[in-house]
């Protein structure tokens, strides 16, 4: 403690000594009070010619107002204190601007309990009677849809990922864990929109996410969501994950591969591709995505083969129909290469 730390405390405790109540200073009186009797039989036998101390608390003046939060530099939140003179002033552990407009910023609190009231409507959902499940549903839509207006989620340049709010959010353990439990609640439309925005950021979260390490708890969730996007939109976000970027080390999609959430993420959208166009449905996508999707695959394949094995991350899960993509357009030796570094 510094000396100006130490000097606080000292006045804290004077002041409560002050109290005229014996029970609020019972050891510090308690100990005085046989101090000086020790002392007084010890000058009544003439072994001591000094006299006994006397019970004497340092005066601090009282003044009429009293900060009862002193800030002290380089904490990391404000310490509280009460006397009888001053009583600790209520805290308030909501904040209670929520309902002041859409521009009041939401706090981790805010959003947490609203998610809570979420998941409560959707238990109750599934708990109601049939004829009262579409009014919990609207209900539930609307808290959903005011939850998902908060994060404010937009698009931002690479100068400004500092400074979003929603990559704010991703940056931190408890944001991804608040975003991975609303994932399943969204809509498909409001789901891809954040795919996106985690496809676009991704070289920026991956940095963010080095000592934390808790970009999995998105892959599920989003694993979901990739589950139900079109052969348009699967190519809208694998753009995404392999534009090259102004001023970078390396490719963002040679990042991903070298991180287990960016290349359990990288896979799982090629698996989404590889079954979309195995299946019997429809696709009716432009001619472009076409191109674009031969020219990823192609992308892909040369940068598994180029980054050495002991720096290719271990996936989540390995899709099963991913050597059957590449045998799409790939010869069998170059195949051969990638299903020994993807083992």
């Known amino acids: 403690m510094t000396s100006k730390e130490k000097d606080w405390v000292v006045k804290v405790e004077m002041i409560q000594l002050q109290s005229e109540n014996m029970d609020d200073d019972y050891y510090y009186q308690m100990y005085y009070h046989r101090l000086e009797r020790k002392q007084a039989e010890e000058l009544f036998r003439g072994r001591n010619k000094q006299e006994p101390p006397k019970l004497v608390t340092p005066f601090i003046q009282k003044v009429e107002t009293y900060d009862s939060v002193v800030r002290i530099a380089g904490s990391l939140g404000q310490v509280a204190v009460s006397t009888c003179y001053s009583p600790r002033r209520a805290i308030d552990a909501v904040h209670h601007s929520v309902e002041d407009g859409?521009?009041?910023p939401f706090t981790f609190l805010q959003l947490f309990l609203q998610l809570l009231e979420v998941e409560d409507m959707q238990r109750k959902t599934s708990l109601?009677?049939?004829?009262?499940?579409?009014?919990c549903q609207e209900q539930k839509s609307q808290e959903v849809e005011r939850l998902y207006q908060a994060l404010k989620i937009g698009a931002c340049s690479s100068a400004e990922?500092?400074?979003d709010e929603f990559l704010q959010l991703l940056c931190v353990r408890k944001g991804k864990k608040l975003t991975a439990r609303l994932l399943p609640h969204l809509t498909q439309?409001?789901?891809?929109?954040?795919?996106?925005?985690?496809?676009?950021?991704l070289p920026f979260l991956?940095?963010?996410?080095?000592l934390d390490e808790s970009l999995p708890m998105l892959y599920s969730p989003l694993n979901e969501v990739v589950g139900g996007v079109t052969f348009s939109k699967?190519?809208?976000v694998l753009q995404e994950m392999t534009r090259p970027l102004p001023k970078p080390p390396e490719l963002p999609l040679t990042t991903a591969l070298k991180n287990q959430f960016g290349i359990s993420l990288l896979y799982s959208l090629l698996s989404r591709g590889e079954r979309l166009l195995s299946s019997d449905v429809p696709l009716e996508p432009h001619r472009a995505d076409f191109e674009m999707w031969t020219d990823t695959v192609f992308l892909v394949a040369r940068e598994l083969s180029q980054v050495p094995k002991a720096l290719l991350?271990?996936?989540l899960f390995l899709p099963s129909n991913l050597l059957s993509l590449f045998c799409r357009y790939l010869d069998k030796q170059t195949i051969h290469y990638l299903e020994a570094k993807m083992e």
Do not use: F, G, R, Y
């Not at 109601?128 to 009014?135: D, M, R, S, T």
């Not at 789901?191 to 676009?200: C, D, Y």
């Open 128 to 135: 109601a009677p049939e004829e009262q499940q579409p009014c």
């Open 102 to 104: 859409p521009s009041c």
């Open 161 to 163: 990922e500092a400074e």
């Open 313 to 315: 991350a271990e996936p």
């Open 189 to 201: 439309e409001q789901a891809e929109k954040i795919l996106l925005t985690v496809t676009h950021h």
């Open 206 to 210: 991956m940095k963010k996410d080095v």
């Open 234 to 236: 699967l190519i809208e």
